[in-house]
């Protein structure tokens, strides 16, 4: 065999990794700082953060809901959001670096999407547990990954590994796709692997497992009290599938594990990262956004960005303040804080899985919203009855509505009329959403004759309705499923991923 294709066993070849060194030997200690930040920017100030890219060598960009250019109808400009792409490739690769630089986007499906029509949208990923189909999932991850890489994307900080542990999971929710450790890594992996045959890189997330805290992260430090051992029974078991798979990218949480290193987050701990290279794992790994409260409350003025280096991490996403991070690791460098050949294998582990993204050659992706057809399968498959007949109609030929935000109630109308059902009058259906001003969370208590979950399934467990069924998503596509099976027109084949009070996995029609 070729030395230079010989596999390093997470995507890229020995070729890619010579070719990075090379490079990362060549470069200044600012070039070096800058490939390791992947910075986020605020609003439509596209030129000026393609400055800013220029100005510190940075790897590249994250784009966020608010940089996504708009049409006067409220979708997204896709002829605009390519050029922004281009501009910003065009400012990574200022520097003459030979590989391209990171485009990343968080597009998970459900509520995590940052882009939304015309491109597919997608039920919530718990949905893939719900259908418990390995295919199914690969596909969409496919689908979903190339009408992103037509857009000039190149990175999706996509799939969540979590394992939820239930209701008093504050952050992950219907984002992890199974309570199930063998699950979550089956499908996770399944829908990385079609995400990568898309062309995007995927960067499964967030080690050492976000579902089995009850703190959300964005706003605090969550502690995972659980012992090394119980980690490796279940929440580390989907990275350890993903590390065997070769898969490129893992990103870590902001949780505080006592049993390596009581107080401090995994993502600036030297002791999760060493389980985590000891595990296998070669390849990149990203921290969590740095600008979230967990960090920013501990490590203030960025002063999180050289300790995460030293500690382990190869890529920092997200920083408050990403001229400031860049200042703080050239002088963690020059003080001796952060030693000079840790800052280099990180760049070099980065440049090297974007040497080898290059090589491969851009996908040419696929058209806007091509995925609709598939987004309808998922939401088919998954579609869960907790409560209530699994065959023949649930409901006469008209219904009520209640719960929701007002598009949910828009989309239930408009699948009822499809399946020959008239809104307005007959048994109550409450759908219920994760709660808010716009959807008051007494709709769960609410009566209804059927109570029907768009998100998470657990609020079903304090109904009393005599059907009871799991959606798992708010789409037009979710809703014709839900709709297909209350006229008895289609199944439901769906089975609980996750315990709902007393009703344990598994649970369904399916």
């Known amino acids: 065999m070729d030395t230079g294709s010989r596999p390093l066993g997470w995507g890229p070849e020995q070729r890619d990794a010579d070719a990075a060194a090379q490079a990362v030997a060549a470069m200044s200690l600012e070039q070096e700082a800058g490939q390791v930040l992947l910075p986020n920017f605020t609003g439509p100030d596209y030129e000026s953060h393609a400055a800013t890219i220029e100005r510190l060598h940075l790897a590249g960009s994250i784009i966020m809901g608010d940089n996504v250019p708009g049409t006067p109808g409220g979708q997204v400009d896709t002829g605009a959001m390519q050029g922004v792409t281009r501009r910003l490739q065009l400012a990574a690769r200022a520097d003459g670096r030979g590989w391209p630089g990171m485009i990343g986007v968080d597009q998970e499906g459900g509520v995590v999407a940052r882009l939304r029509a015309p491109l597919t949208e997608w039920p919530a990923p718990m949905s893939y547990g719900a259908a418990g189909n390995g295919p199914l999932a690969s596909g969409a991850g496919q689908a979903m990954g190339s009408e992103l890489a037509a857009l000039g994307f190149n990175l999706d900080f996509a799939p969540a590994l979590d394992v939820t542990m239930g209701p008093a999971d504050p952050t992950i929710g219907a984002r992890s796709m199974s309570g199930s450790a063998d699950a979550a890594a089956e499908l996770g992996v399944a829908f990385s692997g079609g995400m990568l045959a898309s062309g995007l890189l995927p960067a499964v997330k967030h080690f050492p497992g ?9 706003a605090g430090l969550p502690v995972q009290g659980a012992s090394l051992d119980q980690l490796r029974a279940k929440d580390l078991k989907p990275f350890q599938a993903a590390i065997s798979a070769g898969l490129p990218m893992i990103m870590t949480g902001h949780v505080a594990v006592p049993a390596l290193e009581p107080g401090v987050p995994a993502s600036v701990s030297k002791p999760a990262y060493a389980m985590l290279r000891g595990m296998g794992f070669h390849g990149v790994a990203v921290t969590d956004a740095l600008n979230m409260g967990a960090v920013r409350k501990q490590f203030p003025n960025d002063s999180a960005a050289p ?10 996403l997200m920083p408050a303040d990403v001229a400031a991070a860049h200042a703080a690791i050239v002088g963690a460098v020059k003080s001796g804080a952060l030693p000079p050949e840790r800052l ?24 806007p919203g091509s995925g609709t057809e598939l987004s309808r399968k998922v939401s088919a498959a998954a579609v869960t009855v907790l409560a209530g007949p699994c065959h023949g109609r649930m409901v006469p030929a008209g219904v009520r509505v209640t719960g929701g935000s007002e598009e949910d109630r828009s989309r239930f109308t408009a699948a009822a009329r499809n399946a020959g059902i008239s809104v307005g009058s007959g048994p109550l259906v409450s759908l219920i959403g994760f709660g808010g001003a716009a959807e008051p969370e007494a709709a769960e208590a609410a009566p209804a004759d059927v109570a029907v979950a768009l998100d998470a399934p657990w609020a079903l467990a304090g109904s009393a309705a005599p059907a009871k069924i ?9 809703y014709d499923a839900l709709l297909a099976v209350l006229a008895g027109q289609a199944a439901a084949p769906g089975k609980l991923p996750v315990a709902v009070g007393p009703q344990g996995p598994g649970t369904g029609c399916g």
């Open 210 to 218: 976000h579902g089995s805290v009850d703190v959300d992260s964005h």
């Open 307 to 316: 300790l995460a280096l030293a500690a382990g991490a190869d890529l920092l």
């Open 344 to 367: 280099a294998e990180a760049a070099r582990r980065v440049a090297t899985m974007m040497s080898w993204r290059g090589r491969t050659g851009a996908p040419a992706g696929t058209a």
């Open 470 to 478: 799991a959606l798992y998503g708010r789409s037009q596509g979710a």
